[in-house]
Structure formats: structure tokens, C-alpha cells
């Protein structure tokens, strides 16, 4: 088993920044992985790191812009979110793979946190 908590979210005004936090305990796993899940909508990938390599891959929409990152001493991963904008509004999750290569899917991710809201203003 893996446990996640998220922390961080919150209401900021476009251009803003704010940083997620995703403490980890529990087993050894592969992956980290950001995902985010607007209303109405599907759970959308956003980036992932490979927990021991540090490898990492951004979708698109947010390379340049968001960066992620884990310490690995403190088990916690990282999503640092600039120049915010308002379709990046969703509730932000923080996933594990223990089994995926290079996961991009939600049913790639085998333990999930609660989630964080993330509310961008215009």
C-alpha cells in the first residue's frame, strides 16, 4: 500500500502561483504522477516523475509552466504551478504506480490522495 495526502491548493488570481505538496508513506513505488479533474470533465494527466531516476514528462498545456519535483529524504512530491490561468481550475490529485512504465492513464496509477482544489481567477 501507498498513502498519499496533497496539500497546497487554494484560490489565487491568474498569473499566480502556488506549489502542491504529495507526502507519501508506505511501499516502494515507481511513478509519481499529477493528475487534475475539472467539473464535468475527465481526469486529465499533467505530469509524472520516475521516483528514483527523476525523470519526468509535462502534457503540453502546462510545460513551461509547472514543474515537478519529489525529495525523495522527505517521501513528498512536488507540483510548483506559475502563470496560472483559469482553465487550469480543477481539484488536483497526486497518483502512484508501482507497476506502470512510463504511466500516463489513470488506470496506470494503482494509489491515489484525496485530492486539492485549485481555483484560478481572472
Known amino acids: 500500500q501507498v498513502q498519499l495526502v496533497e496539500s497546497g491548493g487554494g484560490l489565487v488570481q491568474a498569473g499566480g502561483s502556488l506549489r502542491l505538496s504529495c507526502a507519501t508513506s508506505?511501499?516502494?513505488?515507481?511513478?509519481m504522477g499529477w493528475f487534475r479533474q475539472a467539473p464535468g470533465k475527465e481526469r486529465e494527466f499533467v505530469a509524472r516523475?520516475?521516483?528514483?531516476?527523476?525523470?519526468?514528462y509535462y502534457v503540453d498545456s502546462v510545460k513551461g509552466r509547472f514543474t515537478i519535483s519529489r525529495d525523495s529524504a522527505k517521501n513528498t512530491g512536488y507540483l510548483q504551478m506559475n502563470s496560472l490561468k483559469p482553465e487550469d481550475t480543477a481539484v488536483y490529485f497526486c497518483a502512484a504506480s508501482v507497476t506502470g512504465w512510463s504511466p500516463q492513464l489513470p488506470d496506470e496509477y494503482d494509489y491515489w490522495g484525496q485530492g486539492t482544489q485549485v481555483t484560478v481567477s481572472s
Open positions: 516523475i520516475r521516483w528514483s531516476a527523476g525523470s519526468i
Open positions: 508506505g511501499r516502494t513505488f515507481y511513478y
